[in-house]
């Protein structure tokens, strides 16, 4: 077990995380009953605060705190005990995260920030909700760079070494979220905290929205790496075997500093003021980043296939019977990882230049993003709640709580198919995003596309309710495990960290010369970025004032 | 870099039509939309 | 650095229908103007009313095969009178906003267009098929984003 400091540093974050988890989810349900016209709020509540704080609270607060519990967590274990300097700049990392979350939640509650989690410009926002989201960015660098120095401790102690695959992966995440964070840092700095405040009239819109998805698509790996290093890490534990090939793992994820950011432009292939050029090459570059992941799916199952044929499966698919299907932390992330395959194929749909035009800003997109962050990468975090609270808390994973776990993620993805699949049939029919009820005044296109089997509000509502539902039952046992469940005594009582062992002996020491990495990714980043910008600098329009329109 | 482990001793018969499976639903779901595109 | 013989085969195929995914997009894009909507004209946005084409916004006909069509749109709606346009021309259509972002999207269509303030967004579309068409704006813009459409008839 790691160190009690570090234990409570990780339950704090998990403890921030399904609270915005619970609040999150709640305002999923009511989306969904709104949409169907069988809800009307009260006239202090509108349908765009709740889906402002339903993607802020769950897409951003959920996720991060998460990742920084598992990571806090995974590095102490793999790396040992945090030094004084790391545990006490976790706990800032943690509180100054915790207060720009306080501060943004605040702003959207008050009504003042109706601008969802996109903020774009020139919606103008109350200025703290925007200095809320900064604070939300500084506090995880905080956190950020306390592991790094713990993993730069570590280094120093073993000159010429490898380090554990666990803390490789963490650090390559936390290289890239660093990059990702200028582009969101540098628009809510400089443009719309100024602008906010009133301390400059006008904003470069067409800039403010380039530089939040410099940010805004790294965002989404920042997500999926951590579920990956869960795939790669701890599943072959689950399954009994090592890590299929340490060098391709760690490939992988140095594939991912390089192409994970110069991309953002692929959320904007439909707008002015970029040339097709730089769309296409954003493009092209968006394509790259596909291949870890085609590499991971082949790790994945090759893992399955080594692991059931050990325990005798034969044939070209007795290994997939041979599973450990009774388990709960398996299991879950294995739908997740059957989640992201339309997920990740819905995902080049969406890159693919003119065909996005298909589907951008369609209910597809939201289909698309449920069964992205919202199974492959929810799940995967769920299947790790299931050990690491009790891990941390030194209770019980009883057999009833286990059979519940069954439940959730059943649940979770009966519900998520109805809605997600209802999602996707809508938007390629052409049903818009972010609306709240409308039939459009009954025009007869929009008539049609609510009149499918499955393409109708029913559908959605009803795999929302099963959503909720499965979200109240994931409290139960977070709170459970938390704080109720009876203590592990026996050494078989206690809740292990299930850490694969991973064959380094083959792995080029090179993947793990980071200058190298970050240094590519710099200079991919500046190719794809450096001209397109400059020119929305120097050939801009007249900046917009401010539009309050809520 | 590493020459002694050989491609025989592991049978991944089962992963590569898994893999293959992955990417047919990638490709069908691609021509889908690319059809769909045309069409409009 | 090891990969299994069907890892290869696996990342050989992944990489070249993604290799064909592209040359099928930017070939048709480029080669036959398939591109998606944009442009890098730009605009006061304070200033589009007195501003061409927008002074004048709705259709009109360029030439024997052109007709262009210029919108403004505006929290919640636009300003587009006596959208009618035939089938089988060429339409070019000319967007801006005097406000917030939104979009000027035509269901059942590849006019799915991204409106930014300062900005004009342009895109090409021939209509095969007659009839009224829905307008809508698919960018969330305020209170009443999902009570901002038009309709547009094709004759």
Request: with cysteine; charged share 10%.
């Amino acid at each position: 077990m790691i160190a009690q400091p570090e234990r409570k540093i990780a339950l704090w974050h998990l403890g921030v995380a399904y609270t915005a988890f619970l609040i999150g989810t709640l305002m999923g349900v009511l989306q969904v009953f709104i949409r169907n016209d069988a809800l009307q709020l009260p006239a202090w509540l509108d349908y765009y605060q709740i889906l402002t704080a339903h993607g802020v609270l769950l897409a951003l607060i959920y996720t991060t705190f998460f990742i920084f519990a598992f990571f806090i967590t995974g590095m102490s274990k793999s790396l040992g005990s945090f030094g004084p300097k790391v545990r006490l700049f976790s706990w800032i990392g943690l509180w100054v995260t915790l207060l720009g979350t306080v501060m943004a939640t605040v702003m959207i509650v008050a009504g003042e920030a109706s601008v969802l989690y996109t903020f774009y410009a020139p919606l103008k926002a109350n200025g703290f909700y925007y200095v809320g989201l900064a604070l939300v960015i500084v506090g995880t660098w905080i956190s950020s760079f306390a592991l790094v120095g713990h993993y730069m401790v570590w280094r120093r102690n073993n000159k010429g070494q490898l380090s554990p695959l666990f803390a490789f992966m963490t650090v390559t995440t936390i290289i890239l979220w660093i990059i990702a964070c200028l582009g969101v840092v540098a628009t809510v700095l400089f443009q719309y905290i100024p602008w906010a405040f009133g301390w400059t009239d006008t904003i470069n819109v067409e800039l403010s929205r380039s530089l939040f998805w410099y940010f805004g698509h790294p965002l989404v790996y920042f997500w999926l790496l951590p579920a990956y290093i869960a795939w790669y890490t701890i599943v072959p534990k689950l399954l009994g075997v090592k890590v299929f090939s340490d060098s391709l793992a760690r490939l992988a994820f140095v594939l991912f500093i390089l192409f994970s950011i110069p991309v953002g432009f692929h959320h904007q292939l439909t707008e002015p003021g970029i040339s097709n050029f730089w769309k296409f090459l954003q493009v092209v570059l968006t394509f790259m980043v596909i291949v870890p992941s085609l590499m991971t799916a082949f790790s994945m199952f090759a893992t399955f296939e080594i692991s059931g044929r050990q325990k005798g499966g034969t044939g070209l698919f007795g290994w997939f019977k041979k599973l450990p299907w009774r388990d709960v932390r398996f299991t879950s992330i294995f739908i997740a990882m059957a989640f992201f395959i339309p997920g990740g194929a819905g995902g080049i749909i969406n890159a693919s230049f003119q065909l996005n035009e298909v589907v951008h800003n369609t209910l597809w997109i939201v289909g698309h993003f449920h069964i992205t962050v919202g199974t492959p990468v929810a799940m995967t975090f769920m299947g790790l709640t299931f050990w690491l609270i009790p891990y941390l808390t030194g209770r019980r994973f009883t057999k009833r709580m286990q059979r519940l776990g069954f439940v959730q993620i059943i649940t979770w993805s009966i519900g998520m198919l109805l809605m997600s699949t209802a999602q996707h049939v809508l938007g390629l029919m052409g049903a818009p995003r972010r609306t709240a009820y409308s039939g459009y005044n009954d025009h007869p296109s929009a008539m049609e596309w609510f009149d499918g089997i499955i393409s109708n509000h029913v559908t959605m509502a009803i795999g929302g309710t099963i959503l909720f539902l499965s979200a109240m039952i994931l409290m139960y046992i977070v709170i459970m495990t938390m704080f109720v469940s009876p203590k592990a005594e026996t050494p078989e009582q206690m809740v292990e960290f299930p850490l694969a062992e991973s064959d380094m002996s083959h792995t080029p020491k090179w993947l793990e010369n980071w200058w190298i990495w970050i240094g590519i990714a710099a200079a991919l980043i500046i190719i794809a970025y450096a001209i397109p910008l400059t020119h929305m600098i120097q050939h801009a329009p007249p900046g917009s004032k401010g539009f309050i329109t809520w | 870099m590493d020459k002694k482990q050989s491609d025989h001793d592991v049978n991944l018969k089962g992963t590569l039509v898994s893999v293959f499976f992955v990417g047919i639903v990638i490709v069908a779901m691609w021509v889908a939309v690319y059809l769909m595109y045309l069409a409009r | 650095m090891h990969f299994h013989k069907y890892e290869k085969i696996w990342l050989s195929f992944g990489i070249v229908s993604l290799i064909v995914f592209l040359s099928v997009v930017g070939v048709s894009a480029f080669s036959q103007n398939h591109t998606p909507s944009g442009g890098m004209d730009t605009i006061d946005p304070e200033k589009v009313n007195e501003t061409a084409p927008f002074d004048n916004p709705g259709v009109t006909q360029l030439d024997e095969d052109t007709y262009q069509v210029a919108i403004v749109a505006l929290a919640f709606g636009y300003n587009a009178p006596d959208l009618r346009v035939p089938a089988g021309k060429e339409i070019i259509f000319k967007v801006t906003s005097t406000d917030v972002v939104h979009s000027f999207t035509i269901d059942n269509t590849k006019v799915n267009m991204m409106v930014v303030p300062g900005r004009v967004t342009t895109k090409s579309y021939t209509f095969d098929e007659p009839g009224k068409y829905l307008i809508l704006c698919n960018e969330y813009c305020g209170t009443g984003h999902h009570m901002m459409s038009a309709e547009i008839e094709v004759y």
